[in-house]
């Protein structure tokens, strides 16, 4: 059976459509004193006694969504299901996986032990930092979803891409790069430098690629407050670029992200429902589910 957190809805029918597997039914309701309360039912037609498995499904992008999968796996165990599995699309503090500054805490460590209680498995799909995956308890796999980007960059851009560029914004994210080119099948790869300021301001200086003319498709994991790309797309059009299309896994999207990236001239945005918002037009339900 596959349950949805209320962050991953469509990714959770998608998935249960992949794998075959039917939706729970979650029904949340609140306390007066706004606690949140949820119910689980069987699939139609079933009890718990013949569900196996619970596939919870829920990216943890705002605190209510945590505590959303605390008591998610905790209804799943109170109804005797053999096996709880927890996909976390996007693991949300995942960037915080070491002490920045003294007196900080690991909050991906402890998000992790939390969430590792309830649980018989974790994925998570493309984490920022691999390694996130041991601090959780049970067995912990990271999914990667970036090879899912290259398809409707061959079908979708009108011209096809001409001679393309795969450019990481930080030499972090150049493997993720790699991937979606050699899933495109064609095109050079290269990075940029990044300097991060604050939270939201970041400096990036040029690769070595020559860009003049050329389609670039700008990669990263993570497309938060829209800075790093914004930063990209401003320095490739120095550059003498044609067009810039974005290419990322997580499209967090907080604040004016999207607006940023339309004024700086983006020409399409391609991501993955691990967050479920307007550009989510790649599912990546195949690759979870080839992990389940
Ligand atoms: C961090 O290194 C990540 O890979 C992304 O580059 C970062 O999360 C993007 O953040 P923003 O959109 O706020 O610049």
Redo the contacts with the bound molecule.
């Keep these: 059976m596959i349950v949805s957190g209320s962050t991953s809805q469509s990714l959770a029918a998608a998935l249960a459509a992949e794998l075959g597997e039917p939706l729970g039914a979650v029904e949340q309701t609140a306390f007066p004193d706004g606690e949140s309360k949820f119910a689980l039912a069987p699939p139609a037609n079933k009890s718990f006694a013949d569900v196996d498995r619970a596939v919870i499904v829920a990216s943890t992008t705002t605190a209510e969504a945590h505590l959303e999968v605390l008591q998610l796996q905790d209804a799943a165990r109170e109804a005797d299901i053999n096996e709880v599995v927890t996909v976390l699309p996007y693991m949300g503090y995942g960037?915080q996986d070491r002490a920045f500054e003294a007196g900080e805490p690991v909050t991906a460590r402890a998000i992790a032990q939390a969430l590792s209680a309830g649980t018989d498995r974790i994925l998570t799909v493309t984490p920022?930092e691999p390694d996130v995956c041991e601090f959780f308890d049970p067995p912990a796999t990271a999914v990667d979803a970036e090879a899912l980007l290259a398809e409707p960059l061959q079908t979708t851009p009108d011209p096809t891409l001409a001679d393309p560029l795969f450019l990481s914004?930080?030499a972090?994210?150049i493997e993720i790069a790699e991937t979606v080119r050699d899933a495109y099948g064609a095109g050079a790869v290269d990075h940029f430098e990044k300097t991060r300021n604050s939270g939201?301001d970041?400096s990036i200086e040029p690769g070595g690629a020559d860009v003049a003319d050329r389609d670039v498709v700008v990669v990263?994991?993570?497309?938060?407050?829209?800075?790093?790309?914004s930063e990209s797309i401003g320095v490739l059009q120095d550059r003498g670029v044609d067009r810039v299309f974005v290419a990322c896994v997580h499209p967090l999207l907080a604040r004016d992200?999207r607006s940023k990236l339309a004024r700086a001239g983006v020409e399409a945005i391609v991501a993955t429902d691990t967050i479920e918002r307007t550009v989510s037009t790649v599912s990546a339900a195949p690759a979870i589910a080839e992990e389940l």
């Design positions: 960037r920022h914004p930080d972090g994210a939201t970041v990263d994991d993570i497309v938060a407050t829209g800075s790093t790309m992200a």
